[in-house]
T-cell receptor, first 110, second 108 residues
Framework: EPEVTQTPSHQVTQMGQEVILRCVPISNHLYFYWYRQILGQKVEFLVSFYNNEISEKSEIFDDQFSVERPDGSNFTLKIRSTKLEDSAMYFCALLAGRQFFGPGTRLTVL | KNEVEQSPQNLTAQEGEFITINCSYSVGISALHWLQQHPGGGIVSLFM?????KKHGRLIATINIQEKHSSLHITASHPRDSAVYICAGVGSNYQLIWGAGTKLIIKP
């Protein structure tokens, strides 16, 4: 089964700071996703990324968010100026028949 | 708008009981995932199905395309099955549209 790692596992930041969350698939894949889960709420789709381009994004994924695959392996989610409501668990996933998830990054914005 | 509704929200049962979790979805969803989320937060995909039935160990998932309904069954439930079970629809770019989850507690 494809393996996905995410770093960091927990990030604490001050409101207004930029954060970069990283996702590292162990093997080559083309379809990637970012989801988030605010504590106590359901998981929400943020963005899908296919062949190094955004293929779809949700209403949540506004100008504060960006994704890229800078070196062909890492897949990053950047939040430019964090808000308190960005505090959540962020999961990346890859598609290999079905979706395989990383362990998540818990982002806490103070 | 693509939507996924799950029931029940919470389910507590005794060890050994047969468990059923239900999921209804709207048009535009081509397939369904059933996923498991443990207290630590990790998410594992159990099944993806677009028709019929799939079985893995004590887990069985069924889907009725005409009625836009799917069920996840657990036979001979065990305390280690305690987790949140989530159904999620597959959208046009294979992104997942998530249900709210069912928190299952199996008591010994």
């Amino acid at each position: 089964e494809p393996e996905v790692t995410q770093t960091p596992s927990h990030q604490v930041t001050q409101m207004g700071q930029e954060v970069i969350l990283r996702c590292v698939p162990i093997s080559n894949h083309l379809y990637f996703y970012w989801y988030r889960q605010i504590l106590g709420q359901k998981v929400e789709f943020l963005v899908s990324f296919y062949n190094n381009e955004i293929s779809e994004k949700s209403e949540i994924f506004d100008d504060q968010f960006s994704v890229e695959r800078p070196d062909g392996s890492n897949f990053t989610l950047k939040i430019r100026s964090t808000k308190l409501e960005d505090s959540a668990m962020y999961f990346c996933a890859l598609l290999a028949g079905r979706q395989f998830f990383g362990p998540g990054t818990r982002l806490t914005v103070l | 708008k693509n939507e996924v509704e799950q029931s029940p929200q919470n389910l507590t049962a005794q060890e050994g009981e047969f468990i059923t979790i239900n999921c209804s979805y709207s048009v535009g969803i081509s397939a369904l995932h059933w996923l498991q989320q443990h207290p630590g937060g990790g998410i594992v995909s159990l099944f993806m199905l677009s028709s019929g039935k799939k079985k893995h160990g004590r887990l069985i998932a069924t889907i009725n395309i005409q009625e836009k309904h799917s069920s996840l069954h657990i036979t001979a439930s065990h305390p280690r099955d305690s987790a949140v079970y989530i159904c999620a629809g597959v959208g046009s770019n294979y992104q997942l549209i998530w249900g709210a989850g069912t928190k299952l507690i199996i008591k010994p």
